[in-house]
């Protein structure tokens, strides 16, 4: 954030400057995590850009219902292998344009070597990092997902990234967090790889730093991290994907 109002990064400080969603009119795109957070944020936006919703989550609410969806599949659970292979089989109305794997989950305590939750360190990583291959996988392996014109959008997180832990960690902590964002990160590499033969690209996004539920811990830091609304979180993600590439998959 800092670096970016010292260059005067207008994608970054003013999104709206460089967003054009109209590319969005007609497209058909599942979205993981759509009843609340960016999930919601991105299903308000592609809705009002002429786009249709496919919503994935565990259950419904009401500003997701608002939105009229052109299908919502609820009672998915990420971690859960035989839900996840019930989702192509409750999807309808065709192939998908895009599918962005959004939801996830963060454990609220900060953990640090005396606080360690191992069993919500393996939740992190099972829901943000498998959760995403379970869902991807059933679309492909189902048809939903077409050669030479679907896109996987993953939305993760610079917290999977391991260089930048000395930066943003200097004393560590929140280990099951950043573990579970790495390995989102490398899941979603060995993704687009195999994805090329297909022709479908893979793009791995970070957000920024949206004001949601999930962050709410970090409130107190918000306004000094340039934490945004999700409204313009979800706008910086469609951006990204309207230059979904072969050229920069992965």
């Given at each position: 954030f800092a670096r970016a109002k010292e260059e005067n990064n207008e994608r970054y400080l003013n999104i709206e400057s460089?967003?054009?969603?109209?590319?969005?009119?007609?497209?058909?795109?599942?979205?993981?995590g759509a009843n609340r957070g960016i999930g919601l944020a991105l299903a308000k936006e592609l809705v009002a850009n002429g786009g249709k919703l496919v919503a994935?989550?565990?259950?419904?609410?009401?500003?997701?219902?608002?939105l009229n969806p052109d299908e919502i599949v609820?009672?998915?659970?990420?971690?859960?292998?035989?839900?996840?292979?019930?989702?192509?089989?409750?999807?309808?109305?065709?192939?998908?344009?895009?599918?962005?794997?959004?939801a996830g989950y963060f454990?609220?305590?900060?953990e640090k070597v005396d606080s360690m939750n191992f069993k919500e360190q393996m939740k992190m990583i099972d829901i943000c990092a498998v959760g995403p291959l379970r869902i991807s996988a059933n679309l492909f392996n189902n048809g939903l997902?077409?050669?030479?014109?679907?896109?996987?959008?993953?939305?993760?997180?610079?917290?999977?990234?391991?260089?930048?832990?000395t930066v943003q960690n200097p004393d560590g902590g929140d280990y099951g967090h950043h573990m579970s964002k790495s390995a989102a990160n490398m899941g979603s590499v060995l993704l687009s790889q195999e994805f090329k033969k297909n022709n479908i690209p893979v793009l791995i996004l970070h957000p920024g730093f949206n004001k949601t539920g999930m962050t709410a811990k970090y409130a107190h830091i918000w306004e000094v991290e340039g934490a945004v609304d999700a409204s313009v979180g979800a706008k910086r993600v469609f951006h990204e994907i309207s230059h979904a590439t072969m050229e920069n998959t992965g």
């Open positions: 460089v967003y054009d969603g109209s590319y969005l009119k007609g497209k058909r795109v599942a979205i993981t994935i989550c565990r259950s419904s609410s009401d500003e997701l219902e608002a609820t009672g998915i659970e990420l971690t859960s292998d035989e839900g996840c292979e019930t989702i192509a089989s409750q999807i309808k109305n065709g192939p998908l344009d895009i599918l962005i794997n959004n454990y609220e305590p900060e997902l077409k050669d030479g014109e679907s896109s996987v959008i993953m939305i993760t997180s610079q917290g999977g990234s391991v260089s930048w832990r």
